[in-house]
């Protein structure tokens, strides 16, 4: 990778990975992370990895980010107003943050790993050196993610479907439960709707 | 490798058949759930259990085998992996019994919650046998993702969203933490395997900035996990707002799973290099033992008392972990499995006086149930006690061992404020008992009627409590025959290792 | 030529904005954001310490790290929808019935 | 070094413009082709100063359709919808276009050539992953039209590009299957592998063509294309009777010609994949590098060049054809409704793309042994 090359790119990604955490609008940021996700696809092409490069294209910004633009229509989520309050511990997280970035950079500035030390082989990163990999020493790593994706299938329709109709018309076991600890932090909550219907 | 050989592959189905009966269970679950409605969902609880069955008788040829590994290192064959998938067992077969009534009552999705249930076994069971660190982070992620999933399952009440949101958020947000130590870890030895790594941190590269940060962000990632201060924000909240039986479960099934990876590579195969990383786990052990036994005592909800005192026990495991050594592994294996029964009987009580979708979780709630529920109330009782380490419970010999690690491994002060704080402790465990006892119920107090689920939960806990409490010889013998064959893939590989040099 | 570590280092900070995403934004979905921004970083780091070893197995790694993105962001996402459902809000702070 | 990167450019340079060609063809196509259908005339009334009638030519409708109406569409008001988020509604469509276009690089329209002394392939780029690359920039085409539909701040438009935006997420997924048949079989990612693995014959006869080994995979490539470019039967992202017109109600002018044209350089897109996947891409039957050789054994000499056009020539002939065919199609099927456009392809395409994946394997190892 060439010194212009990689200035430009990571300027692009760190510009954007900045622009996801500070746009106000939802789907800004979501364009942020995108561009992002793209880079880094470029990225892992120019290191040698291109199959992984395109499957980061196709699965993770193709398709995952997709998911994230649905549920933000879906709810409508509506760019923040500023936010109020908070400072201190935002800029607590910003400095551990900071702190913890700051760590690692010095430790990458320590190891030794110029380009030139390992030459890798015409076969490194093609599709059929990383089947071999996936199908012999990761055979039970890959036999597990298949079941991992099966439980995020099961669970995210468990959450997401229509909630089943209520057979008895008895009190809902959410007001229930609020009013049984003694905490009526229902009341405020019926106003707020009823305000807004 | 860049030539496809299965051939070369070490396949060995035995270790996996446990696995495999789980995972079948829950899909069997999952398609017979399929017309079956929330509110009679009692008979995939059986299936579950059947299978949960199955997979114990299973998991018996693997005890007593000598430690080996299979699938290229990625699986590990010993008593200590059979430990484990013993207890998780144990625990989801509990936790299913304890759900029985719970589940229709609360109209969870019953298909869903079994199979799910079963899932995040699955999870903790792929951890506890693990022997690379990819294989660990998918495991580990199978079971956060079933459990967060699990603890937003009554979806009519915001607190368990809540829950739900809390520990995906946290819980997702640790998860990066333990990827990028991985990386770390996997940059600095240029292997994922554990016995590799361990010799690399034994060997010259053990001061390599690259391999201590990972171990660092490891530690962090685990720490979430099995909620250690400072990384325990996320515990009361979701043990509160989650459904009881759940919440028996993360108690317990999580800090298996999670202790199981975490054990085994700290303190099996980092354990020679304990140098780098004990004095760390002492404060935290410290922290975490003093926090959550502190704001314990200002708990007014049960399950959220109950969520700081799994913190503290938390803290207790870490004791023995800063320890180190092979006495403190044997001891730290046997507190898991006391605390496993402990927590599970007293989750059950708290789930037992729930009904009809009606939460019962504050202490308030439990005025006068000595008269209303005399059995309940006593049950609660033993579990407060072993909790709280009187003897002759389990809670008490699991503590004495540890801490017993602790001192003749010379950590003085710690062992100091490790018992200061069960004293503490003791203060608001037994301030339960006292308004069980001695205040005034209600007027008209809820019937709770025997169910045969509820039961069976509650004598299986009281059972291990007690047994474990009377006569722990033999679960003592289990527990250090399980870390010291763990402990012999160490000396395998540095003998090896040897060969080779 | 750019030394590997350049890449790395780019990763660790990418990294460090996802944490501070997480930790300073309120906005739920903007939170799941971050962590993806987290594993994201972990992958590039993956790939980065992979290529200076010359081993595949850092890009095999980076294929789970894929799918288990996938898998969190779709649970997440679920959990978002069931909660906005009872709350009608998605900034994290308005989630207190319990204490944080 | 500077003479390979002319290459490069000159060969980008023209892949670009036989596309916009082409989209504009089909274009002309369309109308035309419509017209024939339904009986009717069509556009046949802008000519040049009446040069057409006055030689007593029937009107084709070309100055309609190739000059006065992109000129129309381009000097239009831009129109901006009120609360519209402007840079977002400024930059779809060309999000939408870009990655169609780009998508072109990576297909080989000839065998290589050598001019000059330089070897020259017919593909403006080689990247060994090409069928990934394919795949990927498809997958990144959701994004110009679910932000196009967001942008503009209209329910209509919101609603068209979620339809869209679910649609081309799930045929990607058969699309993918149909891909990983094709690349299983030719044991290649390369396209012009791909395309080179097709000349020949099979019985001294059959032409060793895709879709002679795939034709469930060339089936469902043609469903899923056709639904991921959003035209009849799959256009409910612009169901005009129920969304005005989708995710492009609110544009206008030139913004609105650019979706017209990521419209047909999809249609373009999706025939050229085929073609080369399935039916030879620039392979003509019987002929091989020094000219035909018949079934019947008769061998008709050619020289290198001419083999080398005839390769081209194929190529856009094939491609025509397919174009004309799902052109054909739109105005044939009437539109599907949502729930059986996702029901078509999760519950009938993915499981018969699975099967078909199955099937492969289990034949490629069969004859492996």
Same mark, same amino acid.
């Given at each position: 990778?060439?010194?212009?090359?990689?200035?430009?790119?990571?300027?692009?990604?760190?510009?954007?990975?900045?622009?996801?955490?500070?746009?106000?609008?939802?789907?800004?940021?979501?364009?942020?992370?995108?561009?992002?996700?793209?880079?880094?696809?470029?990225?892992?092409?120019?290191?040698?990895?291109?199959? &992984?490069?395109?499957?980061?294209?196709? &699965?993770?910004?193709?398709?995952?980010?997709?998911?994230?633009?649905?549920?933000?229509?879906?709810?409508?989520?509506?760019?923040?107003?500023?936010?109020?309050?908070?400072?201190?511990?935002?800029?607590?997280?910003?400095?551990?943050?900071?702190?913890?970035?700051?760590?690692?950079?010095? &430790?990458?500035?320590?190891?030794?790993?110029?380009?030139?030390?390992?030459?890798?082989?015409?076969?490194?990163?093609? &599709?059929?050196?990383?089947?071999?990999?996936?199908?012999?020493?990761?055979?039970?790593?890959?036999?597990?993610?298949?079941?991992?994706?099966?439980?995020?299938?099961?669970?995210?329709?468990?959450?997401?479907?229509?909630? /089943?109709?209520?057979?008895?018309?008895?009190?809902? /076991?959410?007001?229930?439960?609020?009013?049984?600890?003694?905490?009526?932090?229902?009341?405020?909550?019926?106003?707020?709707?009823?305000?807004?219907? | 490798?860049?030539?496809? *050989?299965?051939?070369?592959?070490?396949?060995?189905?035995?270790?996996?058949?446990?696995? +495999?009966?789980?995972?079948?269970?829950?899909?069997?679950?999952?398609?017979?759930?399929?017309?079956?409605?929330?509110?009679?969902?009692?008979?995939?609880?059986?299936?579950?259990?059947?299978?949960?069955?199955?997979?114990?008788?299973?998991?018996?040829?693997?005890?007593?085998?000598?430690?080996?590994?299979?699938?290229?290192?990625?699986?590990?064959?010993? *008593?200590?992996?059979?430990?484990?998938?013993?207890?998780?067992?144990?625990?989801?077969?509990?936790?299913?019994?304890?759900?029985?009534?719970?589940?229709?009552?609360?109209?969870?999705?019953?298909?869903?919650?079994?199979?799910?249930?079963?899932?995040?076994?699955?999870?903790?069971?792929?951890?506890?046998?693990? !022997?690379?660190?990819?294989? +660990?982070?998918?495991?580990?992620?199978?079971?956060?993702?079933?459990?967060?999933?699990?603890?937003?399952?009554?979806?009519?009440?915001?607190?368990?969203?809540?829950?739900?949101?809390?520990?995906?958020?946290?819980?997702?947000?640790?998860?990066?933490?333990?990827?990028?130590?991985?990386?770390?870890?996997?940059?600095?030895?240029?292997?994922?395997?554990?016995?590799? +790594?361990?010799?690399?941190?034994?060997?010259?590269?053990?001061?390599?900035?690259?391999?201590?940060?990972?171990?660092?962000?490891?530690?962090?990632?685990? !720490?979430?996990?099995?909620?250690?201060?400072?990384?325990?924000?996320?515990?009361?909240?979701?043990?509160? !707002?989650?459904?009881?039986?759940?919440?028996?479960?993360?108690?317990?099934?999580?800090?298996?799973?999670?202790?199981?990876?975490?054990?085994?590579?700290?303190?099996?195969?980092?354990?020679?290099?304990?140098?780098?990383?004990?004095?760390?786990?002492?404060?935290?052990?410290?922290?975490?033992?003093?926090?959550?036994?502190?704001?314990?005592?200002?708990?007014? *909800?049960?399950?959220?008392?109950?969520?700081?005192?799994?913190?503290?026990?938390?803290?207790?495991?870490?004791?023995?972990?800063?320890?180190?050594?092979?006495?403190?592994?044997?001891?730290?294996?046997?507190?898991?499995?006391?605390?496993?029964?402990?927590?599970?009987?007293?989750?059950?009580?708290?789930?037992?006086?729930?009904?009809?979708?009606?939460?019962?979780?504050?202490?308030?709630?439990?005025?006068?149930?000595?008269?209303?529920?005399?059995?309940?109330?006593?049950?609660?009782?033993?579990?407060?006690?072993?909790?709280?380490?009187?003897?002759?419970?389990?809670?008490?010999?699991?503590?004495?061992?540890?801490?017993?690690?602790?001192? *003749?491994?010379?950590?003085?002060?710690?062992?100091? +404020?490790?018992?200061?704080?069960?004293?503490?402790?003791?203060?608001?465990?037994?301030?339960?008992?006292?308004?069980?006892?001695?205040?005034?119920?209600?007027?008209?107090?809820?019937?709770?009627?025997?169910?045969?689920?509820?039961?069976?939960?509650?004598?299986?806990?009281?059972?291990?409590?007690?047994?474990?409490?009377?006569?722990?010889?033999?679960?003592? !013998?289990?527990?250090?025959?399980?870390?010291?064959?763990?402990?012999?893939?160490?000396?395998?590989?540095?003998?090896?290792?040897?060969?080779?040099? | 030529?750019?030394?590997?570590?350049?890449?790395?280092?780019?990763?660790?900070?990418?990294?460090?904005?996802? %944490?501070?995403?997480?930790?300073?934004?309120?906005?739920?979905?903007?939170?799941?954001?971050?962590?993806?921004?987290?594993?994201?970083?972990?992958?590039?780091?993956? %790939?980065?310490?992979?290529?200076?070893?010359?081993?595949?197995?850092?890009?095999?790694?980076?294929?789970?790290?894929?799918?288990?993105?996938?898998?969190?962001?779709?649970?997440?996402?679920?959990?978002?929808?069931?909660?906005?459902?009872?709350?009608?809000?998605?900034?994290?702070?308005?989630?207190?019935?319990?204490?944080? | 070094?500077?003479?390979?990167?002319?290459?490069?450019?000159?060969?980008?340079?023209?892949?670009?413009?036989?596309?916009?060609?082409?989209?504009?063809?089909?274009?002309?196509?369309?109308?035309?082709?419509?017209?024939?259908?339904?009986? $009717?005339?069509?556009?046949?009334?802008?000519? #040049?100063?009446?040069?057409?009638? $006055?030689?007593?030519?029937?009107?084709?409708?070309?100055?309609?359709?190739?000059?006065?109406?992109?000129?129309?569409?381009?000097?239009?008001?831009?129109?901006?919808?009120?609360?519209?988020?402007?840079?977002?509604?400024?930059?779809?469509?060309?999000?939408?276009?870009?990655?169609?276009?780009?998508?072109?690089?990576?297909?080989?329209?000839?065998?290589?050539?050598?001019?000059?002394?330089?070897?020259?392939?017919?593909?403006?780029?080689?990247?060994?992953?090409?069928?990934?690359?394919?795949?990927?920039?498809?997958?990144?085409?959701?994004?110009?039209?679910?932000?196009?539909?967001?942008?503009?701040?209209? $329910?209509?438009?919101?609603?068209?590009?979620?339809?869209?935006?679910? @649609?081309?997420?799930?045929?990607?997924?058969?699309?993918?299957?149909?891909?990983?048949?094709?690349?299983?079989?030719?044991?290649?990612?390369?396209?012009?592998?791909?395309? $080179?693995?097709?000349?020949?014959?099979?019985?001294?006869? #059959?032409?060793?063509?895709?879709?002679?080994? @795939?034709?469930?995979?060339?089936?469902?490539?043609?469903?899923?294309?056709?639904?991921?470019?959003?035209?009849?039967?799959?256009?409910?992202?612009?169901?005009?009777?129920?969304?005005?017109?989708?995710?492009?109600?609110?544009?206008?002018?030139?913004?609105?010609?650019?979706?017209?044209?990521?419209?047909?350089?999809?249609?373009?897109?999706?025939?050229?994949?085929?073609?080369?996947?399935?039916?030879?891409?620039?392979?003509?039957?019987?002929?091989?590098?020094?000219?035909?050789?018949?079934?019947?054994?008769?061998?008709?000499?050619?020289?290198?060049?001419?083999?080398?056009?005839?390769?081209?020539?194929?190529?856009?002939?094939?491609?025509?054809?397919?174009?004309?065919?799902?052109? #054909?199609?739109?105005?044939?099927?009437?539109?599907?409704?949502?729930? @059986?456009?996702?029901?078509?392809?999760?519950?009938?395409?993915?499981?018969?793309?699975?099967?078909?994946?199955?099937?492969?394997?289990?034949?490629?190892?069969?004859?492996?042994?």
């Amino acid at each position: 990778m060439t010194a212009w090359l990689f200035g430009f790119l990571a300027t692009l990604a760190l510009v954007s990975a900045l622009g996801v955490i500070l746009q106000r609008n939802p789907v800004h940021s979501l364009m942020a992370l995108i561009v992002t996700l793209l880079v880094t696809a470029v990225f892992f092409i120019a290191l040698g990895a291109v199959t &992984i490069g395109f499957l980061q294209a196709i &699965i993770y910004a193709g398709a995952i980010m997709v998911l994230f633009l649905f549920v933000i229509w879906l709810l409508n989520i509506q760019a923040e107003e500023r936010e109020a309050g908070h400072l201190a511990l935002k800029s607590f997280g910003a400095l551990a943050a900071a702190a913890l970035v700051a760590e690692l950079l010095a &430790i990458a500035g320590r190891a030794p790993a110029p380009e030139a030390a390992v030459k890798p082989s015409p076969a490194y990163g093609t &599709i059929a050196t990383l089947a071999a990999a996936l199908f012999s020493h990761y055979l039970i790593a890959f036999e597990a993610t298949s079941l991992l994706l099966l439980v995020a299938i099961v669970g995210a329709v468990a959450l997401a479907r229509r909630m /089943p109709r209520r057979r008895s018309t008895a009190a809902s /076991p959410a007001a229930a439960s609020v009013s049984a600890t003694g905490q009526d932090v229902s009341a405020p909550e019926v106003s707020r709707r009823a305000a807004s219907a | 490798m860049n030539h496809f *050989n299965p051939g070369a592959l070490d396949i060995l189905w035995l270790p996996l058949v446990p696995l +495999i009966v789980v995972a079948v269970g829950a899909v069997v679950v999952l398609l017979a759930g399929v017309r079956v409605s929330d509110d009679d969902s009692e008979g995939l609880g059986w299936i579950a259990l059947a299978f949960l069955g199955a997979a114990l008788l299973f998991t018996l040829p693997l005890i007593g085998q000598s430690s080996s590994t299979a699938f290229a290192g990625a699986i590990a064959i010993d *008593n200590y992996a059979a430990y484990f998938e013993i207890t998780v067992i144990l625990t989801a077969a509990v936790t299913v019994l304890m759900s029985l009534e719970y589940a229709p009552d609360f109209r969870l999705a019953g298909a869903e919650y079994y199979s799910l249930l079963l899932f995040a076994a699955l999870g903790m069971m792929l951890m506890a046998a693990a !022997g690379d660190l990819i294989v +660990i982070f998918l495991g580990l992620e199978t079971m956060s993702i079933a459990v967060y999933v699990l603890s937003g399952l009554m979806r009519q009440d915001p607190r368990s969203n809540e829950a739900a949101m809390k520990y995906f958020v946290l819980g997702a947000f640790s998860t990066g933490f333990l990827l990028y130590g991985i990386a770390l870890v996997y940059g600095a030895t240029d292997t994922i395997k554990l016995g590799p +790594i361990a010799a690399a941190l034994a060997g010259a590269k053990g001061g390599s900035p690259l391999l201590l940060a990972g171990l660092g962000l490891l530690l962090v990632g685990f !720490g979430f996990k099995v909620a250690a201060v400072p990384f325990h924000m996320w515990t009361p909240d979701v043990y509160e !707002g989650a459904p009881t039986p759940v919440t028996a479960f993360m108690a317990v099934g999580i800090k298996l799973g999670a202790f199981a990876a975490f054990l085994r590579i700290f303190l099996v195969y980092f354990g020679a290099a304990a140098t780098h990383w004990n004095q760390v786990l002492w404060v935290i052990a410290a922290l975490t033992m003093t926090t959550g036994n502190l704001v314990a005592l200002v708990q007014g *909800n049960i399950k959220r008392m109950l969520a700081y005192s799994a913190i503290a026990h938390a803290g207790y495991v870490l004791v023995g972990m800063t320890a180190a050594g092979a006495q403190a592994g044997s001891a730290v294996l046997f507190y898991l499995l006391a605390y496993a029964f402990t927590n599970l009987g007293a989750f059950s009580v708290v789930a037992a006086l729930e009904r009809r979708g009606e939460r019962r979780d504050a202490i308030a709630d439990y005025r006068g149930l000595a008269l209303s529920h005399p059995g309940l109330a006593a049950l609660m009782v033993v579990f407060l006690l072993s909790l709280t380490g009187v003897p002759p419970l389990a809670g008490f010999v699991g503590k004495f061992y540890v801490f017993s690690a602790a001192l *003749n491994a010379g950590y003085v002060w710690l062992t100091i +404020i490790a018992v200061l704080n069960s004293v503490v402790s003791a203060y608001y465990y037994l301030s339960v008992v006292v308004v069980m006892y001695m205040t005034e119920g209600e007027a008209r107090p809820i019937a709770v009627q025997a169910q045969p689920g509820m039961v069976a939960a509650l004598a299986l806990s009281l059972i291990g409590t007690v047994m474990i409490g009377v006569y722990p010889g033999p679960y003592m !013998g289990a527990a250090s025959s399980a870390f010291k064959s763990a402990l012999s893939h160490t000396q395998v590989s540095s003998r090896q290792l040897k060969l080779r040099g | 030529m750019v030394p590997i570590s350049y890449v790395f280092g780019l990763s660790a900070a990418l990294f460090g904005i996802g %944490v501070c995403g997480v930790l300073v934004r309120r906005n739920i979905i903007v939170m799941i954001m971050s962590i993806e921004l987290m594993l994201n970083a972990a992958n590039l780091a993956f %790939v980065a310490l992979g290529r200076s070893l010359g081993s595949t197995d850092g890009q095999v790694i980076v294929f789970f790290v894929i799918t288990v993105a996938a898998a969190e962001a779709a649970v997440g996402l679920a959990i978002v929808i069931s909660i906005f459902r009872s709350r009608e809000t998605a900034n994290a702070d308005e989630f207190n019935l319990m204490r944080w | 070094m500077f003479i390979d990167l002319l290459i490069g450019a000159v060969k980008a340079v023209v892949v670009l413009l036989l596309v916009l060609n082409l989209t504009a063809l089909l274009l002309w196509f369309e109308r035309k082709g419509s017209a024939l259908i339904q009986d $009717r005339v069509g556009a046949n009334r802008a000519n #040049l100063l009446g040069l057409g009638a $006055r030689l007593g030519m029937p009107n084709l409708g070309l100055i309609n359709t190739l000059l006065a109406d992109p000129v129309k569409l381009f000097t239009k008001e831009d129109f901006v919808p009120d609360g519209a988020d402007r840079f977002l509604h400024w930059l779809a469509p060309f999000l939408a276009l870009f990655p169609v276009l780009v998508t072109f690089a990576v297909v080989p329209i000839g065998d290589a050539v050598t001019i000059a002394g330089h070897r020259i392939v017919l593909q403006a780029a080689s990247l060994h992953d090409d069928a990934l690359y394919v795949l990927a920039t498809i997958g990144i085409g959701v994004y110009g039209i679910a932000l196009g539909g967001w942008a503009s701040n209209n $329910r209509w438009s919101l609603l068209g590009g979620i339809r869209a935006s679910a @649609q081309m997420i799930s045929y990607e997924l058969a699309m993918g299957l149909g891909v990983v048949a094709v690349v299983m079989t030719f044991g290649t990612l390369s396209l012009q592998e791909i395309c $080179r693995s097709q000349g020949g014959v099979w019985f001294g006869w #059959l032409p060793r063509w895709g879709i002679f080994v @795939q034709p469930v995979a060339f089936l469902m490539l043609l469903a899923a294309g056709m639904a991921e470019s959003k035209r009849v039967p799959f256009d409910l992202p612009e169901a005009e009777s129920e969304l005005v017109s989708g995710y492009f109600t609110e544009y206008s002018g030139s913004k609105q010609a650019v979706f017209m044209m990521t419209d047909f350089a999809e249609v373009a897109l999706i025939a050229v994949l085929l073609t080369t996947f399935f039916l030879g891409g620039w392979q003509v039957p019987y002929l091989y590098r020094d000219g035909f050789i018949l079934p019947g054994g008769v061998h008709w000499a050619l020289s290198g060049p001419a083999v080398a056009i005839l390769g081209v020539i194929s190529f856009f002939i094939k491609t025509l054809v397919l174009c004309c065919l799902q052109l #054909l199609v739109r105005w044939t099927l009437p539109r599907f409704r949502y729930d @059986q456009l996702m029901r078509f392809g999760w519950k009938f395409l993915v499981p018969v793309g699975l099967l078909n994946l199955v099937a492969t394997a289990f034949v490629i190892v069969l004859a492996g042994h």
